[in-house]
């Protein structure tokens, strides 16, 4: 089929819905590691890795084998949440590598629907379980998900939109001011513990508190150590639980496993998602401290809690990239190389910044209008990357974590060509 017969039938079958396809608007066929094949043959680097789904790489060879041994081999395809072995594998290997040397021995592990969403939906209903109250306390330019629950805790209007305009699902939380939300002067985390003190404030006593410690789609913002270890104490002082997100920003993207790490935190829940099948499979799952793990058999369920193809991947990516500090070192090394990067790219575009940490960084270049452009240049040469932010201002780089160094930079190259070229048509047309 060519490519032209292939794109049209999205265009008559696929919903309105689909989005990043209108801005990468070629037919894929095949990718390894940080790079991707169009049907014209046309490789791409791919910076970002089905959104922080694919942390290392397309078709990690090791959990590839892994995987298609264990179809071979007649392994459990669906098991519902019954035992099984590759289940018993994975969770005693995510014991081992990553609760136990983390001192994290006193979580649970709660296997929810397949997305990052479901896991967020499943936090929500267990805070106010545990604690009989309803209202959840989430923060400014937030993402937690497109199904009602998480999308109440959702910052962005359009995609509360999606909803409608009634209330509906999108009732009983409180939106905050997140790290910075006015600016470096600004002490929002003074502000909030100020209105949870006054009981005329309008605001519920909490069940829980929400935050993204780099919040992905709301624009590369991340909170300092000090604000997050701030709301800990806040949720601790007031009843409340701390619900970390760690779907984006974490298995390894901040730069350690858990984003929250250097602020040695021990939320009551966390989520994850994306990235922890290792391979791109669905997967998601709610870490839950033992005493509020309350749930009766059944309260919270689903046809998909589990993916037994995901816990394959899942144990060899732990068993490969998080038995010591070894990658851990490296990913760190690469973020150097990132933010350098990224600051030349910054320095060609006046009032551009610098946004995020670790393997989650970008440049706010100012305007939707700007990063579109930049990041439609970069795809005619040859780069993936996305945008996000309020409105669209930042240029998003979410590159695998195991890119090669080379890779890495030739990428950064292409980047910034192509703001040197936004940059100049922009000039000329505001001359």
């Not at 909803?163 to 699902?169: I, L, Q, R, Y």
């Not at 601790?236 to 250097?262: N, P, V, W």
């Amino acid at each position: 089929m060519s490519t032209t017969v292939t794109k049209d039938i999205f265009e008559r079958r696929e919903s309105e819905a689909r989005s990043y396809c209108r801005n990468f608007d070629t037919v894929f066929t095949k990718a390894a590691g940080s790079e991707m094949t169009d049907a014209d043959g046309k490789t791409y680097i791919d910076f970002l890795a089905g959104c922080s789904s694919l942390n290392y790489g397309h078709n990690d060879p090791d959990m590839k084998t892994a995987l298609v041994e264990h179809i071979m081999g007649d392994g459990i395809a669906h098991g519902l949440d019954m035992y099984t072995t590759e289940k018993a594998r994975f969770l005693e290997t995510f014991e081992s590598h990553i609760l136990k040397p983390r001192g994290m021995d006193d979580y649970k592990v709660m296997m929810t629907g397949p997305t990052g969403t479901n896991a967020v939906e499943a936090a929500m209903k267990l805070a106010r379980k545990v604690t009989g109250r309803r209202n959840i306390i989430t923060f400014s330019n937030g993402f937690h998900g497109m199904t009602m629950g998480a999308l109440s805790l959702t910052g962005n209007a359009s995609k509360r939109a999606g909803a409608g305009n009634s209330c509906g699902g999108l009732c009983g939380v409180t939106h905050m001011p997140y790290d910075g939300a006015f600016g470096a002067g600004v002490d929002t985390l003074s502000q909030i513990e100020m209105m949870l003190e006054n009981s005329s404030s309008g605001i519920d006593a909490p069940a829980a508190f929400i935050f993204e410690p780099i919040q992905g789609e709301g624009g590369l913002n991340a909170a300092s150590i000090e604000w997050m270890q701030g709301i800990a104490k806040l949720a601790e002082k007031h009843g409340a639980m701390l619900i970390i997100d760690d779907i984006q920003s974490g298995c390894g993207r901040s730069g350690t496993y858990f984003s929250i790490e250097e602020a040695g935190i021990k939320p009551d829940m966390i989520t994850q998602a994306k990235s922890l099948s290792g391979f791109g499979l669905p997967f998601a799952a709610l870490l839950i401290k033992k005493q509020h793990d309350i749930w009766k058999p059944a309260e919270h369920n689903g046809t998909f809690r589990g993916n037994t193809h995901a816990f394959v991947t899942g144990r060899v990516t732990l068993e490969k990239f998080w038995a010591d500090d070894s990658f851990q070192t490296q990913v760190q090394e690469k973020a150097v190389q990132l933010t350098a990067g990224l600051q030349v790219i910054a320095d060609e575009i006046p009032g551009a910044k610098l946004k995020g940490r670790g393997m989650m960084q970008g440049v706010d270049v100012g305007s939707g209008e700007m990063a579109s452009d930049i990041c439609a240049r970069a795809f005619e040469k040859g780069l993936i990357i996305e945008t996000s932010g309020a409105d669209d201002e930042v240029v998003k780089v979410l590159v695998a974590l195991t890119v090669p160094t080379e890779t890495l930079q030739k990428g950064l190259d292409i980047l910034l060509e192509a703001v040197r070229e936004a940059s100049a048509t922009n000039k000329i047309a505001a001359e």
